[in-house]
């Protein structure tokens, strides 16, 4: 009897390093409680990168139903939430890139028409809300500046200075070496001293 308890303890211990998951599958509660405990991180890292409320919700949705249709593929190689951070990243990447697409139709459209339908955000408004009252003039342009930054750069740099993960973390996240993880945010500080001594200049 003692044995067979060890082999069914063994059996639930393979699965759980299978699939360190939960089955979500017709599991609607435990999915619910999936979304309420990692939502924060989600949507406030993708919001550091967007830099725009409605995107950020947007792109919470779809990291989720990523999640949903993916996570018995998940084998646990990394944690849940560098995994999480991964797909946010990657949505992130994939709705700036559509942006630009659109932006840039929008740009030839208005040469021959004096009207152009796309809506522009700017960016100075955006502060992220975990920053203080008393800095908000600060980070807004900050934020203005962030948003300048090539993807790459501006996704290194909000893992690292927003989110306060490590190096060989964001590396797990972007899927790269350190080393590069280390020299975009190398590079991201100088662009952003650049355009940040530009910006005062110019007030």
């Not at 990657?90 to 009207?115: E, G, H, Q």
């Given at each position: 009897?003692?044995?067979?308890?060890?082999?069914?303890?063994?059996?639930?211990y393979?699965?759980?390093?299978?699939?360190?998951?939960p089955?979500?599958n017709?599991n609607?509660?435990?999915?619910a409680?999936?979304?309420?405990?990692?939502?924060?991180?989600?949507?406030?890292t993708?919001?550091?990168?967007?830099?725009?409320?409605?995107?950020?919700?947007?792109?919470?949705q779809?990291?989720?139903?990523?999640?949903?249709?993916?996570?018995?593929?998940?084998?646990g190689?990394?944690?849940?939430?560098?995994w999480?951070?991964?797909?946010?990243?990657?949505?992130?990447i994939?709705?700036?890139?559509?942006k630009?697409?659109k932006?840039?139709?929008?740009?030839?459209?208005?040469?021959?028409?004096?009207?152009?339908?796309?809506?522009?955000?700017?960016?100075?408004?955006f502060?992220?809300?975990?920053v203080?009252?008393?800095n908000?003039?600060?980070?807004?342009?900050?934020?203005?500046?962030?948003?300048?930054?090539?993807?790459?750069?501006?996704?290194a740099?909000?893992?690292?200075?927003?989110?306060?993960?490590?190096?060989?973390?964001?590396?797990e996240?972007?899927?790269?070496?350190?080393?590069?993880?280390?020299?975009?945010?190398f590079r991201?500080?100088?662009?952003l001293?650049?355009?940040?001594?530009?910006?005062?200049?110019?007030?």
């Amino acid at each position: 009897m003692q044995y067979l308890l060890i082999q069914f303890r063994l059996y639930d211990y393979l699965l759980a390093v299978m699939n360190p998951l939960p089955d979500f599958n017709n599991n609607q509660p435990v999915f619910a409680e999936f979304i309420k405990q990692h939502q924060p991180l989600v949507f406030n890292t993708a919001l550091g990168i967007v830099q725009n409320h409605e995107d950020a919700e947007e792109i919470a949705q779809d990291v989720f139903i990523e999640v949903y249709r993916q996570y018995k593929n998940f084998k646990g190689d990394s944690t849940v939430s560098t995994w999480l951070y991964r797909i946010t990243a990657n949505k992130c990447i994939d709705l700036m890139r559509k942006k630009k697409s659109k932006k840039r139709f929008a740009f030839i459209t208005s040469l021959f028409s004096p009207v152009s339908n796309e809506p522009v955000t700017d960016a100075a408004h955006f502060v992220h809300p975990g920053v203080q009252a008393e800095n908000k003039e600060k980070a807004a342009y900050l934020f203005k500046a962030i948003e300048q930054l090539p993807e790459n750069q501006k996704t290194a740099y909000v893992l690292c200075e927003i989110e306060m993960l490590r190096y060989k973390e964001i590396a797990e996240v972007m899927q790269v070496s350190v080393a590069s993880v280390e020299a975009l945010i190398f590079r991201a500080r100088q662009n952003l001293r650049k355009i940040l001594e530009k910006s005062y200049k110019n007030l």
